[in-house]
């Protein structure tokens, strides 16, 4: 056991599922793609963010895959979670927004549409408030 392991696996150890199909493979049969994700922000990378490594068990589903999640893009997902992830880090000091964007990776103007967008995905999940 590591205390560094942060991925998660969610078939055996030796198996790994399509993420188009379902379909099961040796990791080694499976196709590994960058896929565009708007709800990920890399932990420490700024240049990772907006992507994650998806498997598929084939080149087309691989496609698809990549089609899939530039379809679900909304920039302004990644730009919560790139204030996500700055909020965490840098908790402990007081920022103004101009600064606390910047440290982020956004402009003002980003830092407000994604906070907004979060109000309102926010009341979707919680629509009698
Ligand atoms: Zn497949």
Known sequence: MTVHEHTR???????SRCECCGHQAKPADLYVRA???????????PTQDGVRIACACSPQH??????QGRQE????????????RAAERWSQSRLTISHFARLAGLTPEQLDRALRWQASTDREAHPSG
Request: net charge negative.
């Open 35 to 45: 896929v565009p994700d708007s709800s990920r922000a890399h932990p420490t990378d």
């Open 9 to 15: 696996t969610e078939a055996g150890p030796d198996t």
């Open 73 to 84: 893009w909304v920039d302004e997902q990644l730009w919560t979670a790139k204030a996500r």
């Open 62 to 67: 691989a496609d698809e895959l990549v089609e």
